[in-house]
């Protein structure tokens, strides 16, 4: 299986994402026999999709988790129930829970989380262009916040591309 950088891939160019950083993360994982599985909300899935650009990403990529309604990220992910009732489904703990989740429900060795407004209308009180991005590994848990300005597309490429990023750091 090749883990080469995909070439002119349309879901990476219209993201932002650079190819090589995707087959870069790709290869990582496997040759430490690493793998890795998403919960993601106000991505969806894209997290999963720039992940399988890649030839050979399915030595890697376990599954993902698309929790898009609040009561899933609960039910499918494992997210308190309490914990989202009372911060809402945008919240830095939220999305550690995420990443736990994805890791356990998938069999993982990692787990990204993701969670934000893409916008155009705040959710919870919390600005469009919010985000907030978490890893769970061996060892590790980390997460991130991040700010962008722009339409639901910018905010959520942004968000893609700094999750690939916190993965990419925790690997290193």
């Known amino acids: 299986m ?9 879901l990476l160019a219209a993201l932002g994402v650079p190819g090589e950083e995707v087959a870069a993360l790709v290869a990582t994982l496997r040759e430490r026999g690493e793998t890795v599985a998403t919960a993601e909300s106000l991505t969806a899935g894209l997290v999963c999709g720039a992940l399988t650009t890649v030839p050979g990403s399915s030595a890697v990529l376990r599954g993902g988790l698309v929790v898009y309604a609040t ?6 992910a494992g997210v308190d129930a309490g914990l989202l009732a ?29 969670t934000g407004v893409a916008g155009p209308d705040p959710q919870d009180g919390v600005a469009p ?8 590994g061996p060892g590790t848990e980390t997460g991130r916040k991040i700010r962008r300005d722009g339409d639901r ?3 959520r490429g942004a968000a893609v591309r700094a999750g690939l990023h916190l993965l990419a750091g925790c690997l290193r």
Do not use: F, I, M
């Not at 090749?2 to 349309?10: H, M, Q, R, S, T």
């Not at 009561?71 to 499918?76: E, M, R, S």
């Not at 262009?129 to 769970?136: K, Q």
């Open 2 to 10: 090749n883990a080469g950088p995909p070439v002119d891939d349309p």
């Open 129 to 136: 262009g919010t985000v907030y991005l978490a890893v769970s």
């Open 86 to 114: 009372t911060v809402g489904a945008v919240h830095a703990e939220v999305a550690a829970q995420l990443a736990a989740g994805a890791r356990r429900t998938c069999g993982a060795t990692w787990g990204l989380g993701l």
């Open 71 to 76: 009561d899933l990220k609960a039910g499918l």
């Open 153 to 155: 597309h910018a905010v």
